[in-house]
Nanobody, 126 residues
Framework: QVQLVESGGGLVQAGGSLRLSCAAS????????MGWFRQAPGKEREFAAA????????SYADSVKGRFTISRDNAKKTVYLQMNSLKPEDTAVYYC???????????????????WGQGTQVTVSS
């Protein structure tokens, strides 16, 4: 079955960096657009970033644009989220997701993503 396993979360001071990874198995990775979403306590899950199948098209939430970079290694079936200049408001559980999507511009709506990981906690202290 499809599995998405996130890693790389942790506790970091404001202004610091973290790199999240999501290893996929059980699917043909090159056919799936990959996304990162996040959910803070008491808030709804929100879109952070996504990357299309080939890696040439990306989408970002305005709140992370210029600070976060999404990338993928299709040979390793892994998607990454490099997070720089972290802020306390970035604190959340970060989820990796996959959707069978062929558009150039990756979708931002969480309901089009079919598969989800279990999440990894990111905590940014002030």
């Amino acid at each position: 079955q499809v599995q998405l396993v996130e890693s790389g979360g942790g506790l970091v001071q404001a202004g610091g960096s973290l790199r999240l990874s999501c290893a996929a198995s059980g699917l043909t990775f090159t056919l799936y657009t990959m996304g990162w979403f996040r959910q803070a306590p008491g808030k709804e899950r929100e879109f952070a970033a996504a990357i299309n199948r080939g890696g040439g098209g990306t989408s970002y939430a305005d709140s992370v644009k210029g600070r976060f970079t999404i990338s993928r290694d299709n040979a390793k079936k892994t998607v990454y989220l490099q997070m720089n200049s972290l802020k306390p408001e970035d604190t959340a559980v970060y989820y990796c997701a996959a959707t069978y999507d062929r558009t150039w511009s990756p979708p931002k709506q969480h309901d089009v993503y079919n598969y989800w990981g279990q999440g990894t906690q990111v905590t940014v202290s002030s």
